[in-house]
């Protein structure tokens, strides 16, 4: 399983409300990525890091912010939840040839 | 247009068939796919990558690649219900997946 974990696995928020999601890895990949996943789009990028405190914008960042202060874990934020960003977020590393690997998601509702 | 396009699901076959999912490319420049398979309410299974033209075959599945046309295709053989999944077809770069195709299995 490429040893990622996600915490929480759920979360039930208000609109306005900062959360921050943790993706934590035990194999000292160098890249890694946050997804959401919705009906009708499929997985979508938010950001991605390259190394700690490389990070860069990915395809849907708006709203977003992430921070790597070390290799092993990769925070998501949305500094204030609204009920669009409401979906099921994946984090994902990556290894040399390009495969991607997944945690097992976090499931957020913004009410 | 879409980095990555998948053929619109949901599709359905009988237990034993063949299944073939399908998936365009808009980047030339691509040189690797992969094939993931994602149960309901599960994170992305990587089941299949593919760096080269031609065929890659592994147990029931093969990934197809044809870079001159930008297609990529998976195929399931001797498909069974534990197959039924959405699978999704991805390629790097900016590592775009398509939108995914759900497959069922009748027994």
């Known amino acids: 399983d490429a040893g990622i974990t996600q915490s929480p696995r759920h979360k039930v928020t208000e609109t306005g409300t900062p959360v921050t999601l943790r993706c934590h890895q035990t194999e000292n990949h160098r890249y890694m990525y946050w997804y959401r996943q919705d009906p009708g789009h499929g997985l979508r990028l938010i950001h991605y890091s390259y190394g700690v405190k490389d990070t860069d914008k990915g395809e849907v960042s708006d709203g977003y912010s992430v921070s790597r202060s070390k290799t092993e874990d990769f925070l998501l934020t949305l500094e204030s939840a609204t009920s669009s960003q409401t979906s099921v977020y994946f984090c994902?590393?990556?290894?040399?040839?390009?495969?991607?690997?997944f945690g097992p998601g976090t499931r957020l509702t913004v009410l | 247009q879409k980095e990555v396009e998948q053929n619109s699901g949901p599709l359905s076959v009988p237990e034993g068939a063949i299944a073939s999912l399908n998936c365009t490319y808009s980047?030339?420049?691509?040189?690797?796919f992969f094939w993931y398979r994602q149960y309901s309410g599960k994170s992305p299974e990587l089941i299949m990558s593919i760096y080269s033209n031609g065929d890659k075959e592994d147990g029931r599945f093969t990934a197809q690649l044809n870079k001159a046309s930008q297609y990529v295709s998976l195929l399931i053989r001797d498909s069974q219900p534990s197959d039924s999944a959405t699978y999704l077809c991805?390629?790097?770069?900016?590592?775009?997946f398509g939108t995914g195709t759900s497959l069922t299995v009748i027994p």
């Open positions: 980047d030339r420049g691509s040189q690797s």
């Open positions: 991805a390629a790097p770069g900016q590592f775009y």
């Open positions: 994902a590393i990556s290894v040399p040839r390009g495969e991607q690997f």
